[in-house]
């Protein structure tokens, strides 16, 4: 989140100067408040749209340095003032305590959750968001992490008076006609209803966000150029490009009086060229809820030439975002040092890999496409030396390796699981300190060496 941070007293004003890590886009806005007195200062507030944190007055000195396993002394040249627990003599105590007595309900921390990872990019056969909800509003003061919401982990939840689950994995995801014991997922979920706990599933949110899953992934074979596979698109409504001819600017005129009483909004845009002495060229934006009022209009209109274009306007990328990830590596590295690299960044003591046709271990890799979960469908096609993966087929497998890649299984979940910890860190900073945020313990792939 912050790879650098450091706090700096000048004149009675606080200034957090902040540099982010190159997968997040810079603070759109940055407002720090004037202090009244001296002693007492005003939380800085930072927005951005990216997984940049909003700081709320909880953001005390331990919270500015969520991802930095080094003390901040060894990176800044303040460290006299760095190391004295400025949130004391920074913050007034009165000011601490009613941060961390601040309380949350569950709408305002699936704001939160919105926020850093919107939930309009999950595919569209995904079942993502809240999925339990329960009737009898309480306060979120704890949250458990997990990939998969199995009976050990409800067990888990349920000892430590979990307020709200967040699963990875959707537990509900085909549509369900009744509530019976004889189901699994079925009696997880009224295992959730009756402890009252709120149940939400990110998902493939997660995978698709800049700086989600699949970008955590991928850096762990190490730094490089990283685009997206499948590139995600605004989820604003469609619009249509209507363009149609006039004779003079009374006739547009009467035209697009018609065609906003029609669509009952003053808001359609639209753009003319004079081209003597065929009157005006017009061209007319609506969304795509209006475009048949609007056809019927100008199909219908006396002023309007018998030419009527129609184009459906491509809906704008969003730039980092979507489902996969290719990385040209700044110094390639070989089979071995890749596998052995994934090793260490999934934390497991072993991997399944396919070299590639007439591939070796000591091969030289400069391009790596990777997909968390099961990924054939999004790697498929895509040109690279590595494929990285939870699960594939063996016949994709084969495909794979018959184009000379070579492919890193590590079973589905172990390909999503460590992210966890780093959205933990995301979300604490975003949290007052009376929301505990925990990591299951009980959560595992089910699938081991053995």
């Given at each position: 989140?912050?790879?650098?941070?450091?706090?700096?007293?000048?004149?009675?004003?606080?200034?957090?100067?902040?540099?982010?890590?190159?997968?997040?886009?810079?603070?759109?806005?940055?407002?720090?408040?004037?202090?009244?007195?001296?002693?007492?200062?005003?939380?800085?507030?930072?927005?951005?749209?990216s997984l940049l944190p909003h700081c709320t007055c909880s953001c005390l000195y331990p919270s500015l340095y969520p991802f930095s396993s080094s003390s901040p002394s060894s990176h800044h040249p303040l460290p006299s003032l760095l190391s004295r627990k400025p949130h004391l003599s920074l913050f007034p105590r009165s000011l601490s305590s009613a941060c961390s007595a601040k309380v949350m309900d569950l709408k305002e921390v699936l704001d939160v959750l919105e926020q850093l990872a919107p939930l309009s990019l999950a595919e569209s056969w995904d079942n993502v968001g809240l999925l339990v909800e329960p009737s009898k509003p309480r306060p979120i003061k704890t949250i458990l992490l997990t990939n998969d919401l199995t009976m050990p982990v409800m067990d888990e939840a349920e000892a430590i008076g979990c307020d709200l689950i967040i699963s990875y994995h959707p537990p509900l995801f085909r549509p369900v006609k009744r509530l019976v014991q004889k189901d699994w997922k079925q009696r997880l979920a009224v295992r959730a209803v009756e402890g009252g706990m709120a149940v939400y599933s990110p998902h493939t949110s997660w995978d698709s966000v800049k700086g989600g899953v699949n970008d955590w992934l991928i850096g762990g074979v190490g730094s490089g150029s990283v685009s997206v596979l499948s590139q995600a698109v605004s989820s604003a409504p469609q619009r249509h490009k209507l363009e149609f001819s006039v004779r003079n600017q009374e006739?547009?005129?009467?035209?697009?009086?018609?065609?906003?009483?029609?669509?009952?909004?003053?808001?359609?845009?639209?753009?003319?060229?004079?081209?003597?002495?065929?009157?005006?060229?017009?061209?007319?934006?609506?969304?795509?809820?209006?475009?048949?009022?609007?056809?019927?209009?100008?199909?219908?209109?006396?002023?309007?030439?018998?030419?009527?274009?129609?184009?459906q306007l491509q809906q704008s990328p969003l730039t980092g975002c979507g489902q996969g990830r290719l990385c040209v590596l700044n110094e390639p590295v070989t089979v071995a040092t890749a596998v052995q690299r994934m090793k260490a960044h999934l934390g497991l003591p072993h991997l399944r890999l396919a070299l590639g046709h007439e591939r070796s271990s000591e091969s030289l890799v400069s391009t790596v496409a990777v997909c968390a979960g099961s990924g054939a469908s999004v790697l498929q096609g895509v040109k690279a030396d590595l494929y990285i993966t939870g699960e594939m087929s063996h016949h994709e497998v084969l495909d794979a390796v018959a184009k000379g890649t070579s492919v890193i299984l590590s079973d589905h979940s172990n390909s999503e699981r460590g992210f966890l910890a780093m959205f933990r860190e995301r979300l604490t900073v975003r949290l007052p300190k009376s929301v505990t945020v925990a990591i299951s313990k009980s959560d595992r792939d089910p699938l081991e060496v053995v």
């Open positions: 989140m912050f790879s650098r941070c450091r706090t700096v007293l000048h004149t009675g004003r606080l200034f957090v100067l902040c540099r982010q890590l190159h997968l997040y886009k810079p603070y759109s806005t940055i407002s720090i408040k004037r202090p009244t007195t001296p002693s007492t200062f005003s939380c800085c507030h930072f927005h951005s749209s006739q547009l005129d009467a035209v697009m009086a018609d065609l906003r009483e029609k669509e009952a909004s003053s808001t359609l845009q639209h753009t003319t060229v004079r081209s003597e002495p065929d009157g005006y060229h017009v061209s007319v934006i609506c969304p795509g809820s209006a475009l048949t009022p609007c056809v019927q209009t100008l199909v219908g209109h006396a002023a309007v030439g018998p030419s009527l274009s129609i184009t």
